[in-house]
Antibody, heavy 125, light 108 residues
Framework: QVQLVQSGSEVQKPGASVKVSCKAS????????IHWVRQAPGQRLEWMGW????????KYSQNFQGRITFTRDTSANTTYMELSSLRSEDTALYYC??????????????????WGTGTTVIVSS | DIQMTQSPSSLSASVGDRVTITCRAS??????LHWYQQKPGKAPNVLIY???TLLSGVPSRFSGSGSGTDFTLTINGLQLEDFATYYC??????????FGGGTKVEIK
């Protein structure tokens, strides 16, 4: 079945970097974009950006510009999210999510139809 | 960026009730609005896309409406399994997606 399996929890010190992986299975990896979303404790879902798995083209939220990098390994059907210069406010549950595009008349709707297993990142000294 | 505001932030309801959640965008987003359900400890799950189209397998008690800046998610006949947090999300700007703050539906 279609699934996204993420790497395990991380504990990092302020100023360090973290790299989270998201392994896809059950579909053609290169045909979809993967988005990254995080959820700090008690907070709303926060969109971080996307990477097109086929081309490697990326788009980052301005909130993370300069600190975030998405990469992918097509041979392993895996995408990666690396966040640097970590601070306590980066403590959150990080999700990858596949975005599907559905055409309906004039419109093309992009929504997250498959979500990863989630990775907890704790930033603490 | 487009700001999404949901109301209420939480509500208490009983099984069988009709529940309405609203989502407002800071600018017109046509019908580029989607609804997700999130249960504790789980990833969100998409229920509705394009403001009003139910995903396959979503019970018909869920419905969505709206366009432009104002949207509504309605649950007709709340069931035990519907107690969860609901989020709206816009995809009008695919380069800057955004979510609402969430509405937690609790048991009265």
């Amino acid at each position: 079945q279609v699934q996204l399996v993420q790497s395990g929890s991380e504990v990092q010190k302020p100023g360090a970097s973290v790299k989270v992986s998201c392994k896809a299975s059950g579909y053609i990896f290169s045909s979809y974009a993967i988005h990254w979303v995080r959820q700090a404790p008690g907070q709303r879902l926060e969109w971080m950006g996307w990477i097109k798995a086929g081309s490697g083209i990326t788009k980052y939220s301005q909130n993370f510009q300069g600190r975030i990098t998405f990469t992918r390994d097509t041979s392993a059907n895996t995408t990666y999210m690396e966040l640097s210069s970590l601070r306590s406010e980066d403590t959150a549950l990080y999700y990858c999510a596949r975005v599907t595009v559905t055409a309906s008349g004039y419109y093309s709707y992009y929504y997250m139809d498959v979500w990863g297993t989630g990775t907890t990142v704790i930033v603490s000294s | 960026d487009i700001q999404m505001t949901q109301s209420p932030s939480s509500l208490s309801a009983s099984v069988g009730d009709r529940v309405t959640i609203t989502c407002r965008a800071s600018q017109s987003i046509s019908t580029y609005l989607h609804w997700y359900q999130q249960k504790p400890g789980k990833a969100p799950n998409v229920l509705i896309y394009g403001a009003s189209t139910l995903l396959s397998g979503v019970p018909s008690r869920f419905s969505g409406s709206g366009s432009g800046t104002d949207f509504t998610l309605t649950i007709n006949g709340l069931q035990l399994e519907d107690f969860a947090t609901y989020y709206c999300q816009q995809s009008y700007n695919i380069h800057a997606l955004s979510f609402g703050g969430g509405t937690k539906v609790e048991i009265k």
